[in-house]
């Protein structure tokens, strides 16, 4: 967005969050605004640091779940809304475009998922990532859970890579059993020295809850 003042800049994205805020007002699947104005904050900070584009990052990040297939019963009508909106906006060509491959790249389904090509996207996928570990992530977890009407544990249940395709599509699921599939393995994937920071702190919180909860679960503390 080099072409623009902060002005016109801020703006945009004044515009985006209306967008967005309107877009997500209607959802009930646990996508809330909230969750968009966390990966907002974290996307900001994390791109200080590491010296990316704001603007394309902030505006990525405020877009990164509009076309969401989990949010809308046709995915290719929110895509086509989203560029109609973008090429509207006052955005300058090469920042529309920056912005829909990232947002592409992150609602990837299936198969090996693409690494994010720029240190924009790389940023924003962390910031998102980042909002489904640590005590905001542990609370999304059970949010989600009790959504889909799953336990929060059972200590029959094994860990996901022990359980049979059917066991696992059968809902034999857990919300404790989604930190072992998911949440551990985040801090890994993180694309960012920064990011990565952030995130062992919640990933040693995680560990601790977890320890605590078992603990509790037998009566032991
Ligand atoms: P994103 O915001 O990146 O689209 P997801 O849609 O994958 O994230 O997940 C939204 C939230 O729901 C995350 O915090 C995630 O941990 C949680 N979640 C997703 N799948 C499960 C699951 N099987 N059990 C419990 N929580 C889940
Ligand atoms: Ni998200």
New binding site residues.
């Given amino acids: 967005g080099e072409d623009l003042t902060r002005e016109q800049q801020e703006h945009i994205l004044l515009a985006a969050e209306a967008l967005v805020k309107e877009k997500l007002e209607r959802d009930s699947s646990?996508?809330d605004w909230w969750?968009i104005y966390r990966v907002v904050q974290t996307t900001k900070r994390i791109a200080a640091q590491e010296g990316a584009d704001t603007f394309v990052c902030e505006l990525a990040a405020l877009l990164h779940?509009v076309v969401?297939e989990?949010l809308n019963a046709d995915p290719a009508a929110a895509q086509r809304e989203l560029d109609a909106w973008l090429a509207a906006s006052g955005t300058p060509a090469a920042a529309v475009d920056h912005v829909l491959e990232i947002i592409s790249t992150?609602s990837f389904k299936g198969g090996a998922r693409p690494p994010m090509r720029t240190l924009e996207g790389k940023v924003v996928q962390d910031a998102?990532?980042l909002?489904?570990i640590g005590a905001v992530?542990i609370s999304?977890?059970f949010?989600?859970?009790g959504w889909?009407g799953?336990p929060i544990h059972d200590p029959s249940v094994t860990a996901r890579e022990h359980m049979t395709e059917a066991e696992y599509r059968a809902g034999n699921?857990t919300?404790i059993n989604?930190f072992y599939?998911?949440?551990l393995k985040l801090k890994e994937l993180m694309n960012t020295a920064y990011a990565r920071q952030l995130a062992d702190e919640r990933h040693r919180f995680m560990e601790q809850y977890l320890g605590q909860f078992y603990a509790e679960w037998e009566g032991e503390r």
């Fill in positions: 646990g996508h969750h779940d969401d989990k992150m998102d990532r909002d489904a992530g999304r977890v949010a989600y859970s889909k799953r699921d919300a989604h599939e998911k949440l």
